[in-house]
């Protein structure tokens, strides 16, 4: 566990990023220190939902053409894709329903994911 999110720690093996845990508790937060696995690639063209992969916690979203974005769940174990437009137009409210699973839609000061329980949003730090 740790209380600072996005601090890193460098170590001679690599860094420790502090982020949101996802098989914890909303707004847990976790260490995530990838050190011995694989980064996740983006793939060359655009994986079809729900494409199994695997998901490092700092993995970045993979943008396609028309700004397409695509991450891999951690929850789902999943490709998740959606044109930006697609996100709420206001900040939605926690628990709500969304899809697909894995979007990540920002709102000034705050992003909003979503998870199988529905949009959690978080204030930066």
């Not at 508790?25 to 994986?47: H, I, V």
């Not at 396609?64 to 996100?87: I, K, M």
Request: charged content about 20%.
């Amino acid at each position: 566990m740790c209380t600072t999110r996005d601090l890193s720690c460098e170590y001679p093996k690599g860094t420790c990023v502090c982020q949101q845990d996802p098989m914890g508790t909303f707004g847990s937060l976790a260490w995530n220190c990838p050190f011995d696995a694989p980064a996740t690639m983006c793939p060359e063209s655009r994986p079809a939902t729900d494409t199994p992969c695997t998901s490092l916690l700092d993995a970045a979203d993979c943008v396609y053409s028309q700004n397409v974005a695509c991450h891999c769940s951690g929850e789902t174990q999943g490709w998740a894709c959606w044109d930006p437009h697609d996100c709420p137009k206001n900040e939605p409210k926690d628990d709500a329903a969304c899809d697909p699973v894995g979007m990540s839609c920002g709102y000034d000061e705050t992003t909003c994911e979503c998870f199988a329980r529905g949009w959690q949003c978080t204030d930066a730090i």
